[in-house]
């Protein structure tokens, strides 16, 4: 039946019958029927293929441009062999199989060499590994760019493949991060940063983050409603920057303004040049042309030991302690209303945390110019570096906070309990019976499960030790006999025996 059928040049695919003088079935094809019928090896196929029975297959891209490709390689991919077997097209130039738009020619390309690999059967896992390890050495743009095609055509192997090379580039890696790798805008706004994840299989970790994102929202609306506040109470300004300056300087007419701004605060003063830039919309250079010398404000601040320093308000400002007490108390205008600053912040400290807070309340500084900075700055002798993380603590200085307990937990990573304590100096004063304590296991961590396990096996072994030390203790008699006695009894005398058969 399979030969007249042959012979008539009708085919019959999935209960369909193509006659070849209307739409002419490939010659790879038929040739996987013909040896599918009859059970033959690829050495005999290779013997009765005929030249002219290969065949190729045209695809078209999103372009335009045309691709004459082999047949065995084009049937590799899914979606093109479906496009085949139900409408018979890529015959012929004139009846291209037209990809999808995301396939252009380099793509393609680079696509039908993997396919051109994976379809010969026989090669080992070996072989297949170091040709994708080789294959994926592509940039992170043409790499996103080959999985996304991949995926259009339903060719699985490629998408796992280019999917798993895409997940380690961004393994470990922040949100600012991983836009930097893959050149994403950063178009979401500090709301929508903030929003609650999903949390379906209500993981703790989710929970406690989603948590810390319903506090920072809270504190985000707190912030924006105190600046429309603010907003409502500054009354619109219409002089030009000329009159502001004849009124910083003291020229002109004392106006209504000039004298309810009288009642002002000291430091308010270094705050107008930033009122005045953001009224106006001038530039850094700009602002260095107006801004008088006298226009600059300092902050005195006391240490625990009576020292008391000055630096620039613009510096001080950054510490949210500090801050707080100029706005809430207007403190630090002079050294005689000094802020006194916490037990913990020494003046060598001071030093450092200011020159933290010197560096980071620039604008306009990059990323890897911040990183650069922090990881020289955290290059300091394990004491200091406890200091500066009691002390920037104590001052509200999370992000210098966060930098220190990232290098001291850097420090302790790996090592056992007597390693840190050797790092840190700590004393030893735990007993052996405190050192066996069983761990709390509130998530039911397999490993805690097992060392309190061997902890309670410790502690067994322990007061077994200590019981029969108790009865070996025990079983010594009080001798309550003098020196006299005693060496008598180690000589031999009749004292000594007499003592002897009185104590048997």
């Known amino acids: ?35 599918g019928y009859y059970q033959m090896s690829e050495s005999d196929m290779a013997i009765i293929k005929p030249e002219a029975m290969k065949s190729y297959i045209w695809l078209q891209c999103a372009d335009g441009s045309i691709q004459q490709v082999e047949e065995e390689v084009a049937m590799f991919c899914p979606m093109i062999c479906q496009e085949i077997l139900q409408t018979a097209m890529g ?22 060499d993997y396919c051109r690999f994976h379809q010969v059967p026989g090669r080992s896992n070996k072989e297949r590994k170091s040709f994708d390890e080789k294959f994926i050495r592509i940039d992170t743009k043409r790499l996103c760019e080959l999985t996304s ?33 893959f050149h994403l805008p950063d178009d979401l706004t500090e709301e929508e940063k903030l929003e609650p994840l999903k949390n379906a299989n209500d993981d703790l970790r989710i929970r406690l983050l989603n948590r810390l994102y319903a506090k920072k929202r809270k504190e985000l609306k707190e912030r924006q ?40 605060p000291l430091y308010f003063c270094s705050v107008l040049p930033y009122m ?56 630090g205008s002079s050294k005689n209303y000094a802020i006194s600053l916490p037990q913990r912040v020494n003046p060598a400290i001071l030093s450092l945390i200011l020159d933290y807070c010197r560096f980071h309340q620039v604008p306009g500084r990059s990323n890897k110019e911040r990183k650069s900075f922090d990881e020289k700055f955290i290059r300091i002798d394990t004491k200091r570096l406890c200091e500066l993380t009691s002390a920037a603590d104590s001052l509200q200085l999370k ?48 490993r805690i499960r097992l060392l309190n396990r061997l902890y309670a096996k410790k502690r067994k072994e322990l007061k077994e030790r200590q019981k029969q030390k108790d009865v070996e203790v025990e079983a010594l008699q009080k001798d309550e006999r003098s020196v006299d006695e005693i060496l008598s009894f180690i000589n031999g005398d009749g004292a000594a025996r007499a003592i002897c058969s009185h104590s048997n």
Request: net charge negative.
């Open 1 to 35: 039946m399979f030969l007249k059928c042959l012979s008539f040049g009708v085919v019959s695919v999935n209960g369909q019958y193509l006659l070849n003088n209307q739409k002419s079935l490939c010659w790879g094809t038929l040739l996987f029927i013909f040896r």
């Open 91 to 112: 015959s012929s130039k004139n009846y291209a199989i037209s990809l999808p738009q995301r396939v252009n020619p380099a793509i393609l390309s680079l696509i039908l």
């Open 149 to 181: 095609a991949a995926d259009s055509l339903q060719l699985k192997p490629l998408v796992d493949l280019t999917s798993r090379a895409l997940a380690r580039m961004i393994e470990g890696k922040t949100p600012e991060e991983i836009r930097e790798t």
């Open 225 to 264: 409603k105190q600046k429309d506040v603010e907003v409502e109470a500054l009354q619109k300004d219409e002089r030009s920057v000329d009159e502001i300056l004849s009124f910083i300087n003291g020229d002109g007419e004392t106006t209504g303004l000039e004298r309810q701004s009288c009642n002002f």
């Open 276 to 331: 005045i830039r953001g009224y106006y919309q001038m530039s850094e250079s700009d602002m260095a042309i107006i801004k008088p010398e006298a226009m600059k404000s300092y902050i005195w601040l006391q240490c625990a030991d009576g020292s008391i320093q000055q630096l620039e308000e613009e510096v001080a400002m950054f510490c949210p302690m500090i801050c707080q007490e100029i706005l809430q108390t207007a403190m």
């Open 399 to 446: 992000p210098l906070v966060d930098l220190t307990s990232r290098a001291l937990a850097r420090m302790i990573e790996g090592k056992t309990p007597e390693e840190i304590r050797e790092t840190f100096h700590l004393p030893d004063d735990l007993t052996e019976e405190e050192k066996l304590e069983p761990l709390k296991n509130a998530n039911d961590d397999l």
